[in-house]
């Protein structure tokens, strides 16, 4: 049971797909089924600590970095069943050291003067307890720049850029941390691309509210299973409609 909970927008997007896989998640001692870790999380972490060990250790070389892939890449997938996904291992295999190579050729990464890397926060906004990790904030010449890593294909719409709920989360977070709302960007890792946003105070009462209200579906016991082809990709499947099939 995770007695520590507080909202991030992971668990908020978990109760959006599924309430009973949130109970699943957060509110029981049920593991989930051993080898379901899922490729493109794992990969993410992946990517993600790598860039973090970068900038802390100025691994800058790829005679550097690329024996540091091997083993962070072997510690991430080593719970994910790959047979259950043909081909997928061989890409990720692929992919990491290309993306890791265009990020660390990349002048503006190397000069670039960070303010913190993967922070973790846990603050309370309207009575809720919020947490997050922010991948990394930059500071720049006409202010912070706050950047979320994404190891998916393509940018989204520029409005959805616009509406995302963990950049304004997270920017609103930065302004309480350092005293100044942040640009906000989603660097597409795979074509090294930048898509900058901004945010402004208002945005985030859209979030909390609907922050509030996961939190009223957790309080009316709203939580049910919603049955459906997404459950193939489900790291609960096992318990989960193993129950229902009893
Ligand atoms: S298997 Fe499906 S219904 Fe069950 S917790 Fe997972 S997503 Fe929800």
Redesign the pocket.
Known sequence: MNSDFGWSISSLSTIN??G??WK?RYRSDTQPESGRDLPSYAFGRAVHKMIEEIHLRGFWDVHHWIRLWDEVWDEQAKDVDWEAYPGRKRNFDRLGPGILAAYTECEENRLAEIECLEQRFEVELDGLKVKGVIDQIRRQPDGLLLLDFKTSKEPSHPLVERADPQLTLYAHVCGLLYDQMPTVGHYYLRTGRMVITERREEDVETVLGMMREAQQRVDGGLLT????W??NE?V??GP??GELAA
Not at 225 to 228: E, T
């Open positions: 797909q599924c009973h896989l699943l299973r919603q049955v459906g997404h459950c489900c609960y499947r989960c409609l």
